[in-house]
């Protein structure tokens, strides 16, 4: 729960892994939150996001048709609550591009160009790459190109 000086309280509850060094990740979920649900919200596809350093990417790959193929990709924070977020091979290469200098627009385009997307093909990139983004700013994996947790904060 959070009591804000300004704009609506908001609630929300989370599934929790772990708990070690929580305070930074907790700083930045109350951010994101706060930015989500202020006058803003809807300019997440056109800020600058970018991962933060405390996480992991692992992949479980399986054969089919004689070859390996991804089946399943889980970005886990390593500190904090032990969030975690399953990705798709597209999205996962949208994140990569978030590195703080480009929009997720702009991540979702680079994206698009390396795995030769169509114009249908993109527009679905996009709209799921938005979802994908702001579950993870909510989480705390994402923050503004802006506002990069310092030592201090994660």
């Not at 708990?19 to 649900?37: C, I, K, Q």
């Not at 949208?94 to 997720?104: A, C, E, F, T, Y």
């Not at 680079?110 to 527009?123: K, N, P, S, V």
Request: include cysteine; charge should be negative; charged fraction near 25%.
């Amino acid at each position: 729960m959070r009591r804000r000086s300004q704009g609506t309280p908001w609630l929300r509850a989370d599934t929790l892994h772990a708990s070690h060094g929580a305070a930074g990740l907790v700083l930045r979920v109350f951010e994101a939150e706060d930015f989500l649900h202020g006058p803003q919200a809807d300019r997440l596809v056109e800020e600058r996001l970018t991962l933060v350093p405390n996480h992991e990417l692992r992949q479980r790959l399986v054969v089919r048709d004689g070859a390996w193929q991804l089946d399943e990709a889980t970005l886990t924070m390593t500190e904090g609550l032990g969030f975690r977020g399953g990705l798709d091979v597209a999205t996962a290469q949208v994140l990569q591009h978030l590195d703080g200098k480009h929009s997720l627009r702009e991540a979702v385009d680079q994206a698009c160009a390396e795995l030769g997307f169509d114009e249908d093909d993109r527009r679905a990139l996009a709209e799921a790459s938005a979802a994908m983004a702001r579950r993870l700013f909510q989480l705390g994996f994402l923050v503004r190109g802006d506002a990069a947790p310092s030592s201090a904060a994660g």
